[in-house]
């Protein structure tokens, strides 16, 4: 294994069996690719980039689907409407249809959508604490890949 290197996460998964009842997913590391497994299937719905843009822009405000649709640069109409309801099912935006000619439809987060902007935050902090590491760490990978290719 070269200087540097971990283990791929596939083979730092925990192979004891779970006790009865318990789910299997659920006892594995976040990167599980357990098929079928729902903590998996929600992380990979949020933390995409667009559920990301609109839990962002939501954040503290109401906004129409036709602001949104403005301030979410490189999202299409289409992927918009999609994301919404998916972030409307997942219980994290809320939306509010006004019985008006033409109809008004506002979103908003819901107080589970709020600690989920928080949880990003967190995230967010983290990438700039750490963001002079992760660059050295990528230059010397990068060295080190262009020697390997050089020799």
Not at 9 to 27: H, I, N
Request: aromatic share 4%.
């Amino acid at each position: 294994m070269d200087v540097g290197a971990t283990q791929s996460p596939s083979a730092l998964k925990d192979t004891t069996p779970s006790p009865p009842g318990e789910d299997q997913c659920a006892r594995h590391q976040l990167w599980d690719t357990h098929h079928g497994c729902r903590i998996r299937e929600l992380l990979d719905q949020i933390a995409n980039k667009r559920s990301m843009t609109v839990i962002a822009l939501l954040h503290g405000r109401t906004l129409r689907s036709s602001e949104l649709s403005r301030e979410a640069n490189g999202i299409t109409p289409r992927v918009l409407t999609h994301t919404l309801r998916q972030l409307e099912r997942d219980g994290l935006v809320s939306r509010t249809v006004h019985p008006v000619v033409p109809p008004r439809v506002e979103y908003q987060l819901t107080p589970l959508g709020v600690s989920l902007y928080e949880t990003f935050n967190v995230l967010v902090a983290w990438g700039e604490r750490h963001e002079a590491e992760i660059t050295a760490a990528r230059t010397a990978y990068d060295h080190r890949i262009a020697a390997r290719r050089s020799s």
